[in-house]
């Protein structure tokens, strides 16, 4: 791929199984990504040079998804005047409420775009990032044109399946 206008970061490699989601739909789209597993809690220094320098280094569009406390999202967004979409993981004693209201719970100045829980957020977040992206680039502004007209086309099929078995 070419230069990566998108990076998907998470906290954890154990969520690499839903994330991998959002590569996969950036993909179809082919939009370059880079995909990196950096802890807001554990690493924070990597995560604030990650997201101080990724302006410089050409992307566009961060995704961070992250558990638990999910400070992912907000660190990076503290670091990098780029829109961030955070990706709450559901999981722990909470199934991702925590992750969610963390991810969410923005204070003015920090905002951070919040996808939903389970496996339609990393595609949800792909998805709003294609749509960032296609503001400045028409062709792939057309891509999610002809996207929206095929979800249009399956719930049509849809009907018409369920109507023939009437």
């Known amino acids: 791929m070419s230069q990566p206008l998108v990076g ?3 906290g954890s490699d154990s969520d690499w199984s839903l994330v991998q989601k959002a590569a996969e739909t950036l993909k179809s789209f082919g939009v370059a990504f880079e995909v990196r597993v950096i802890s807001a809690h554990r690493t924070p220094e ?11 280094r050409g992307l566009k569009v961060i995704i961070a998804a992250a558990g638990g406390a999910a400070h992912l999202g907000g660190v990076l967004a503290a670091h990098t005047v780029l829109p961030v979409i955070g990706i709450p993981v559901a999981g722990g004693a909470l199934n991702g409420l925590d992750a969610m209201y963390a991810t969410l719970q923005m204070p003015a100045g920090i905002p951070v775009a919040t996808v939903t829980l389970g496996s339609a957020g990393p595609v949800n977040a792909a998805l709003l990032a294609v749509q960032i992206l296609g503001t400045a680039d028409p062709d792939l502004r057309a891509k999610f044109h002809d996207y929206k007209a095929g979800l249009k086309q399956k719930v049509a099929e849809g009907n018409a399946k369920v109507n023939a078995c009437l």
């Open 46 to 56: 990597v995560a604030g040079e990650y997201a101080s320098t990724a302006e410089a």
């Open 8 to 10: 998907i970061i998470m």
